[in-house]
C-alpha cells in the first residue's frame, strides 16, 4: 500500500486558533497542542477537522457546518491545559475539500486510516455526520474487530443516493466494515426516525437503544455494560451534536427539542477517554451559524476536554 503523504492531504491549522493567555501560572491547550510537521512522530492523540457540509445540503439540512472545525478549535485552545496531561496532543489541520463530496471522503479516509497506521487516537471534527463513512471505515481497515457506537438522535441509514449527511452507517453496513452486531444507535428519538430505517437495523442485528431506553435502564450503566460485553480491539464513538437539547446545542445542523443534556454529554466524552481501546472520537454537525453565544462549540470543546483527561486518570 502507497503511504500518504498526510500533511500534503490537509491544511495546517490556523495560529491565531492556538490561544496564549502567557502564563506560567494559567497554561492553555493552545499553548501545549503541537502542530508543527516534526511534533507528529511523538503525538499520541491528533486532532483533524473536515470543514465541509456538502453532505448535509444533499440530506436538505441547513448549511454551516462547514465552519465548525476552526470554530470548535477556537474555544477548545482557550481552555485551561491539565496539568496531568503527560501526553503529546497534535492538530493536523483540516482535510483539504474537495469539490464533490466523494473525493473529500476519500481524503479523509486515507488521512485517518494512516493515522491509525501509525498508532494515534483521532478525535475528528466534522463538518457532517457524513464524515463517519470515512472516519468509520478507515479505522475497519486497520483493526477490522471493532464497536461502534452512533450517538445520535438520528439512525443515519438512509438508502439515498448520492450519499449525504444521513447514509453513512447504511454504506458502512452494505459495505461491510462494521459487524452489524457490534454497531449501536445510542440516544435516538421516534419522531426523527423512520420505521423502515429501524427494521432495516434490526434486520442486520444492529442494537437500538432509544433515548428512553437510556433513561430507563441509566445512561452509563448502559454504555458500560455494552463496553464491558463487546471484547473488540478498537472502539468508535460517533457523536452527532444533535443529539443534545437545543437548550445546551442549539447550533446544530438539526437542532433537537430533548435529548442528553450537556452534562451527560461530556459523561460520555469521559467514558469514552477511560476506554483504552478508543482509537477515534468523532464530533459532527455543530453549526456556528446558529449557535448562541458559541454554546455549542463551547459544549464540544468541554466534552474534548474530558476526553482527554480521562486518557491520563479516571476522573472522580
Excluded at 135 to 151: K, T
Amino acid at each position: 500500500m502507497v503511504t500518504p503523504d498526510i500533511f500534503q492531504l490537509t491544511v495546517r491549522p490556523d495560529e491565531q486558533l492556538l490561544y496564549k493567555r502567557n502564563d506560567p501560572n494559567d497554561p492553555r491547550l493552545g499553548e501545549k497542542v503541537k502542530v508543527a510537521p516534526e511534533a507528529y512522530a511523538a503525538a499520541r492523540v491528533v486532532v483533524l477537522g473536515c470543514p465541509q457540509d456538502e453532505g448535509v445540503r444533499r440530506n436538505q439540512g441547513r448549511p454551516g457546518a462547514a465552519q465548525a472545525p476552526d470554530a470548535i478549535r477556537r474555544c477548545l485552545y482557550r481552555l485551561v491545559a491539565p496539568a496531568e496531561l503527560d501526553f503529546t496532543l497534535f492538530d493536523l489541520g483540516n482535510t483539504l475539500v474537495q469539490p464533490a463530496l466523494e473525493e473529500t471522503h476519500h481524503f479523509q479516509q486515507q488521512i485517518v486510516r494512516q493515522l491509525i497506521r501509525d498508532g494515534k487516537t483521532v478525535i475528528c471534527l466534522g463538518g457532517g455526520n457524513d464524515i463517519s463513512y470515512p472516519d468509520c471505515a478507515a479505522l475497519a481497515s486497520e483493526q477490522p474487530d471493532i464497536l461502534a457506537f452512533n450517538i445520535d438522535a438520528h439512525f443515519d441509514v438512509r438508502f439515498d443516493k448520492p450519499c449525504n449527511s444521513g447514509t453513512p452507517y447504511f454504506q458502512l453496513l452494505e459495505e461491510g466494515f462494521l459487524p452489524p452486531a457490534r454497531f449501536y444507535e445510542m440516544g435516538s428519538l421516534p419522531f426523527s426516525t423512520s420505521s423502515v430505517h429501524r427494521r432495516y437495523l434490526l434486520d442486520k442485528g444492529a442494537k437500538i437503544y432509544r433515548m428512553d431506553d437510556l433513561r430507563r435502564e441509566g445512561l452509563l450503566t448502559v454504555f458500560q455494560a455494552i463496553l464491558a460485553k463487546e471484547q473488540a480491539g478498537a472502539v468508535f464513538w460517533g457523536f452527532d451534536v444533535d443529539a443534545v437539547s437545543a437548550v445546551d446545542a442549539p447550533g446544530v445542523s438539526a437542532p433537537n427539542p430533548t435529548g442528553l443534556n450537556a452534562s451527560e454529554f461530556c459523561q460520555l466524552a469521559r467514558l469514552a477517554g477511560q476506554d483504552p481501546r478508543t482509537r477515534l472520537v468523532e464530533f459532527s454537525e455543530v453549526n456556528p451559524l446558529y449557535d448562541i453565544d458559541q454554546r455549542t462549540c463551547r459544549l464540544v470543546a468541554a466534552a474534548i476536554f474530558y476526553y482527554l483527561t480521562a486518557l491520563v486518570r479516571p476522573l472522580a
